[in-house]
T-cell receptor, first 114, second 115 residues
Framework: GESVGLHLPTLSVQEGDNSIINCAYSNSASDYFIWYKQESGKGPQFIIDIRSNMDKRQGQRVTVLLNKTVKHLSLQIAATQPGDSAVYFCAENRNPGGSYIPTFGRGTSLIVHP | ETGVTQSPTHLIKTRGQQVTLRCSSQSGHNTVSWYQQALGQGPQFIFQYYREEENGRGNFPPRFSGLQFPNYSSELNVNALELDDSALYLC??????????????FGEGSRLTVL
């Protein structure tokens, strides 16, 4: 069956370090992935996305890597800041017709120590 | 701010009662998705509405129902509430159809407590 999971539930880093959050997926037919950030008391917020025809995509201080061979993706945050503290979810997108439906994993809690 | 508003923000119900949660989608969006997020878990897909029709449904019983109005706002109804229904209910709007990207714009959720 389909599943989206994360390797580590909690990641603690020092301010200024680089952070890497990992995610595994099982549906090899998945062709579109999104990383979301959820701060306490708020809804998830889009960070960056990647399609299966790419293996890397960069944004502002964030990079997503996709390895289709092992069905794994990661989110790298450069120079992590206290404001990056949140729960991060990878979402696997499928499109049954009309609109994409993201399936979320459990999430990784990122804690940034000043 | 995403422009997606949900009401109420918090509510308390007792087992067996019914609840209606409301969501106003972001301007220009024609798709609304509802998610249930238990404490410490990721959002679980309940269902999605695209142009007033149900476009997909997750593994939730029939007592979870919804609808979408012509202005693309939406309601989530839960009947016969159970203790395990206590959770944050998230609404997200997006653009479906041609040009849809899959990016969801979430509201801040409705926190439901069932006693």
């Amino acid at each position: 069956g389909e599943s989206v999971g994360l390797h580590l539930p909690t990641l603690s880093v020092q301010e200024g370090d680089n952070s890497i959050i990992n995610c595994a997926y099982s549906n090899s037919a998945s062709d579109y992935f999104i990383w979301y950030k959820q701060e306490s008391g708020k809804g998830p917020q889009f960070i960056i996305d990647i399609r299966s025809n790419m293996d890397k995509r960069q944004g502002q201080r964030v990079t997503v890597l996709l390895n289709k061979t092992v069905k794994h993706l990661s989110l790298q945050i450069a120079a992590t800041q206290p404001g990056d503290s949140a729960v991060y979810f990878c979402a696997e997108n499928r499109n049954p017709g009309g609109s994409y439906i993201p399936t979320f994993g459990r999430g990784t809690s990122l804690i940034v120590h000043p | 701010e995403t422009g997606v508003t949900q009401s109420p923000t918090h509510l308390i119900k007792t087992r067996g009662q019914q609840v209606t949660l409301r969501c106003s989608s972001q301007s220009g969006h024609n798709t609304v998705s509802w998610y249930q997020q238990a404490l410490g878990q990721g959002p679980q897909f309940i269902f999605q509405y695209y142009r007033e029709e149900e476009n997909g449904r997750g593994n939730f019983p029939p007592r979870f129902s919804g609808l979408q109005f012509p202005n693309y706002s939406s309601e989530l109804n839960v009947n016969a509430l159970e203790l395990d229904d206590s959770a944050l209910y998230l609404c997200a709007s997006s653009t479906g159809g041609a040009g849809n990207t899959g990016e969801l714009f979430f509201g801040e959720g409705s926190r439901l407590t069932v006693l």
